[in-house]
């Protein structure tokens, strides 16, 4: 029998802990507790986790700063979990290198479709896939080309490289920062209006109705996702 994924919960809130634990230990993974900084990364180094949600309101320490020092240290993928009013913060922390967020109030059955998410990208990330098809489209990013029910879809290469963007880290979302940065360059990647563009573009092109897009989604003042991906 393969062994368990372990999931290290870092959470300052005994009750909000509590829920975590037990969604996930229900889920068939095991799971470790951290109420401090300082305890989680003890924790880290001990349990070697394969997958850590992260709190940002420590009470020793910004949890921001254990992002790089969990990726550096163990590998492990990073879900943030933090309060509704935090944008700031998410986006920071997707810059840090986090690879999602969840916002409490938090519903189990969403934590636990991100939780499946990200262990399967970093199963996928080894894998190097070179497709991603959601809905009727289908992306091949080794080709560079987009078919949407086996039809070519005539994408600019500013459209191309967004909609690839999406495609890599697949029903994660990618912050606006990261994506104009990536795809236009450093110099603009305060620039979110060239991405609302193309993703306006992107989703006349590809979505069954573009006014309610279910396949790039948005994350308001953070990012965009491509969801549906299998
Ligand atoms: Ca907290």
Redesign the pocket.
């Given at each position: 029998m393969a062994a368990q994924p372990r999931i290290l919960i870092v959470?300052?809130?005994a009750h909000i802990r509590r829920l975590l634990r037990v969604a996930v230990e229900r889920a068939g993974y095991a799971a470790t507790e951290a109420a401090t900084a300082r305890e989680a990364l003890s924790a880290a180094d001990i349990d070697k986790p394969e997958l850590v949600l992260l709190?940002?309101?420590?009470p020793d320490r910004d949890g921001l700063e254990l992002i790089q020092l969990f990726r550096a240290r163990t590998g492990a993928t990073v879900i943030v979990v933090s309060a509704r009013e935090e944008t700031a913060e998410k986006v920071a922390a997707l810059d840090l290198g986090a690879d999602d967020y969840l916002t409490k109030p938090f519903d189990t059955e969403e934590l636990l479709a991100r939780v499946r998410t990200a262990l399967r990208h970093r199963v996928a990330g080894e894998t190097g896939q070179t497709t991603a098809t959601t809905g009727d489209v289908e992306i091949d990013l080794e080709r560079r080309r987009v078919r949407r029910a086996g039809e070519e879809v005539h994408l600019s290469p500013k459209e191309y490289d967004v909609l690839a963007e999406l495609a890599k880290r697949p029903d994660r979302v990618i912050g606006h920062r990261q994506l104009l940065r990536t795809v236009w360059g450093p110099a603009h990647e305060d620039h979110v209006d060239y991405l609302r563009i193309v993703v306006r573009n992107l989703r006349q092109k590809l979505e069954t109705d573009p006014a309610r897009p279910r396949m790039i989604t948005n994350e308001p003042g953070v990012g965009y996702r491509l969801t549906g991906v299998r």
């Open positions: 959470e300052d809130d709190d940002l309101g420590l």
